[in-house]
């Protein structure tokens, strides 16, 4: 065919072989073209059904929870979150789910509507609505606001950092406001109709309509009327048939209005809607008018519809970045609905220290679908969003997700993850995938400190079952298939995820294949991750560093998967173990143990098994030595900072220790005056029904009871401060002491005393342990220090309770200083019956007559109350009346004055 094709190129004459070469070369281009084209549509055809394999989906109807407008709603319900198309997207997207995590305060999103089917009804030509107009307007109304909202928020450095990579979204953007202007002075969105001044023909003709019609139905008031006073109808009655304006009217009276139209009649046939001769001229005019009027009302929508047409892109772009700031604090609230991390992009050519020189660094990622029923029961969206994330009742909590660490190093091309079946190798990988997607959306991933991944510009997987009948494909052709394809659109930037490659066919030629796969794919892609039970493809490391391997942890002890990746091992697929587990006949499991024995030499399976039970455990070993140096230098960071807090906090300390004694002391004197109270009234309450000869045995025993509540409530005189077991000076490390065994020799302390009262100190080489009794501090040391404040807080607490004697007698002298309330002839004035100048002269004669420290019963009655009331205002001016009250409270005749 080549050979042809040569002989007839030269076979052609000169003036025509040019145009022949340029004709084919022309095709050459085009095919290239088409091929082209055809590896975009078959990338994009994998990429779309990669996604679906890695429950991209479902992660966007997570997302679509937190979406305030229906464009949102629609755009993540149809998994149609934007995935950046280059890294710097990506990075713009990221930074705006970070500038919105930033945002305080929500935004307010309601007025913005999908207009999108308005516009392109507008632009097809089609007149819009009232309602649809106003649709456009109020949109573009709250837009304005959105970004109002932004601004000042971006204003206040304290609630946002900075709003710039959402205030920028609107950059480019025209708000629109001479079309909002001019929808708005055309129409009452809030009754929907057209104002008059929407154009001055309208207004004229609704001007010469309203006179119209007030002159219509006057006429037809007057001739109703008269139709009623010649018995014509039951009542006056003007309504409208046909779109005309007439009267009702008997049908036995129809001769009151000759030459009269019928344009309608009851059900009944009783009555006749007519219409006067007089009125058809002011009706036909009616009825041009409303058809003038509904002309110029389509001319002025009409108008509209063609401004909305016109500003089409500008009303397009802006509900598109509408959008974009929806999706944007969508994705925040989904990250801290998750408790994510915003993850960074790591660079493939860096070249670092080892720990910065991961090429994908994840740390503790749980998968955000299976966190999905832990999360909903402690998390409650708004109403309108409630109904996405309503509890589904599960038990699953999130300490159930198993978290998974990702480590792949520069340079690493290709990862083999092998282990038991349902070990999680699938689940890792799939998490893996769906990280990388979510960084290209600028997702937060619920993960720990900074998780680090490149930007992928494909990511493909092969997992699952392939089998196709319609195709006759096996489970093995399904996946070689599907391979082929992504081999074919695979570039340098891409993320390849192959699950069980090379199975279901003959394994040696499974592996041979499998190998040779992997070899093709660490020239060129990003990275491959494939997951295998093939032993061999683990031995591709040994010669090549861009392989690495990583294990499906399997603890032997319960013959269960931990789920846990060990990077850098090799895993035994344990088929015989998790076969027994699920329930297999033992003799099932015997024969294959036998048959193992027989196809794997001896030593070697032996020999395989030590070591990987060795390694198991040198590695929980090390990590058991890891835990509890965390552990020590986090209770040493603990218990520096609490030395640190308290040295910083002595002279708070000091003032709430000061300030808990004097409310300990007040607490205290309400206690006596308490008691003290009680006293008074229980001697009052018995002076009453008491012999005025068992006066004085009375006062006695009241005196005596108060005596001794003072006494019971006064501190000791003397305050012994002697020192006991439990104010032994308790030493510091590093500390000079003196020990009594010693013969009071100075020795330095090296531990802390122990719970058991006992210290480490050191005398010349000699290291021993000895009680802290036999401690004493050095006269200049710390132990005086130490204890000198100890005793100076406890003389002045006994100090503060001496005082309580005194305060006490205060309050004694207070209560009782007036002596008892004991109504006499002597103490008595009776104004009853008085005047109120009378009265005047009565009570400060008695007054003056009282001695210092006594009482004076003053009885006024209570009458009109110009008495009482005189009286009062007398006793609360006078200088020597200190306080004044009723006798009792149900005597309001007699008030009772405290003289000083």
Not at 526 to 537: E, G, K, S, W
Not at 808 to 830: C, F, H, L, M, R
Request: charged letters at 25%.
């Amino acid at each position: 065919m080549k050979l042809g094709h040569s002989l007839l190129i030269w076979n052609t004459p000169p003036p025509h072989r040019k145009l022949f070469r340029t004709t084919t070369a022309t095709s050459r281009v085009a095919l290239s073209a088409e091929s082209q084209i055809e590896r975009v549509k078959l990338a994009e055809s994998l990429q779309s059904e990669t996604l679906k394999i890695l429950e991209w989906p479902s992660v966007c109807n997570q997302v679509a929870a937190f979406t305030s407008t229906s464009m949102g709603l629609t755009a993540a319900k149809s998994a149609s979150l934007p995935l950046g198309g280059s890294p710097n997207e990506s990075r713009r997207l990221l930074e705006q789910t970070s500038a919105a995590v930033a945002v305080t305060q929500p935004l307010d999103f309601s007025g913005i509507e999908d207009v999108s089917a308005i516009i392109e009804a507008s632009v097809a030509g089609k007149m819009l609505s009232i309602g649809e107009l106003c649709s456009v307007r109020r949109t573009l109304r709250s837009v304005r606001s959105l970004i109002g909202q932004l601004e000042d928020i971006s204003s206040q450095s304290n609630s946002c950092e900075s709003c710039s990579p959402l205030l920028e979204i609107f950059q480019k953007c025209d708000l629109l406001m001479e079309l909002e202007q001019k929808i708005e002075f055309c129409l009452d969105c809030n009754f929907s109709v057209i104002l008059d001044r929407a154009s001055e023909e309208l207004e004229l003709i609704r001007s010469e309509r309203k006179t119209n019609m007030e002159n219509l139905e006057v006429m037809l008031k007057q001739i109703s009327a008269q139709i009623f006073q010649a018995g014509g109808i039951d009542r006056p009655l003007v309504t409208k048939r046909r779109s005309r304006m007439c009267v009702a009217i008997r049908t036995t009276h129809r001769s009151l209005l000759p030459n009269g139209i019928v344009l309608d009649s009851s059900s009944s046939g009783a009555t006749y809607f007519m219409e006067p001769r007089e009125a058809v001229e002011l009706n036909n005019l009616e009825v041009r008018l409303s058809d003038s009027e509904k002309m110029e009302e389509q001319a002025i929508l009409s108008l509209l519809s063609a401004e909305v047409a016109e500003s089409s892109r500008q009303i397009k772009y802006l509900s598109d970045r509408v959008l974009e700031v929806d999706l944007a604090f969508a994705r925040a609230a989904h990250a801290q609905w998750v408790n994510g991390v915003r993850p960074k992009f790591s660079s493939v050519n860096y070249e670092g220290p080892e720990h910065n020189s991961l090429s994908v660094g994840i740390e503790r990622m749980q998968h955000p679908l299976l966190l999905e029923p832990a999360l909903r029961k402690p998390f409650s969206l708004s109403a309108s969003r409630s109904s996405s994330c309503s509890d589904q009742g599960t038990d699953l909590t999130k300490s159930d997700v198993v978290p998974v660490d990702i480590r792949i190093k520069n340079g690493v091309k290709v990862v083999v993850i092998s282990g038991p079946n349902t070990g999680g190798k699938t689940a890792s990988m799939k998490t893996l995938g769906l990280a990388s997607i979510m960084l290209k959306a600028g997702m937060y991933l619920p993960a720990q400190n900074s998780p680090q991944l490149p930007w992928f510009d494909l990511v493909l997987a092969d997992i699952g079952d392939q089998q196709s009948l319609e195709q006759s494909l096996s489970t093995f052709s399904g996946h070689i298939s599907r391979i082929c394809k992504i081999l074919k659109v695979a570039s340098e930037r891409s993320l390849v995820l192959l699950d069980e490659i090379g199975s279901g066919t003959d394994p040696s030629e499974g592996v041979a294949l499998s190998a040779s796969i992997l070899q093709y794919l660490k020239d060129r892609v990003n990275l491959a991750v494939v997951t295998t039970h093939y032993a061999d493809l683990t031995r591709l490391k040994e010669t090549d560093e861009r392989f690495e391997n990583a294990a499906m942890e399997f603890s032997l002890e319960s013959l269960q998967p931990t789920y846990r990746i060990l990077w850098g091992s090799v895993g035994e697929s344990n088929a015989l173990g998790i076969a027994q587990t699920i329930g297999f006949d033992g003799k099932i499991i015997e024969r294959a143990q036998s048959w193992r024995m027989k196809l794997t030499p001896e030593k070697m399976q032996k020999l395989n098994s030590l070591l990987y039970q060795s390694l198991a455990e040198e590695r929980n070993k090390l990590e058991a030595q890891a835990e509890r140096a965390a552990s020590l230098h986090s209770d040493i960071l603990k218990l520096y900072h609490e030395i640190h807090d308290e040295a910083d906090d002595l002279d708070e300390r000091e003032a709430a220790l000061k300030a808990k004694e004097t409310q300990q002391i007040q607490q205290e004197l309400k206690v006596v005056k308490a008691e003290i109270d009680k006293t008074v009234k229980d001697f009052e309450k018995e002076l009453k029904n008491t012999d005025p000869d068992n006066f004085s045995i009375l006062l006695k025993k009241s005196e005596s009871t108060i005596a001794s509540i003072v006494q019971a409530h006064q501190p000791p005189e003397d305050v012994p401060v002697n020192r006991t077991a439990t104010s032994f000076h308790i030493p510091q490390v590093g500390e000079q002491v003196l020990i009594k065994g010693l013969g009071n020799k100075s020795a330095t302390v090296v531990e802390a005393p122990s719970d058991d009262n006992t210290v480490l100190v050191q005398y010349g080489k000699i290291r021993v342990r000895v009680n802290v009794s036999s401690i004493n501090a050095l006269a200049d040391g710390n132990g005086a220090a130490a204890s000198g404040p100890r005793l100076r807080r406890k003389g002045q607490r006994i100090k503060r309770l001496k005082n309580l004697r005194s305060l006490s007698e205060t309050i004694k002298d207070e209560e009782v200083s007036y002596g008892p309330a004991v109504q006499t002839s002597k103490n008595t004035v009776d104004l009853r019956g008085m005047r109120v100048e009378e009265a005047n002269v009565h009570v400060n004669m008695a007054i003056n007559a009282r001695g210092s420290n006594s009482v004076l019963f003053i009885i006024h009655g209570m009458g009109t109350g110009v008495l009482k009331e005189h009286v009062l205002e007398l006793l609360r001016n006078h200088p020597r009346i200190t306080k004044f009250e009723q006798e009792s409270p149900t005597n309001y005749g007699c008030t009772v004055a405290y003289i000083k």
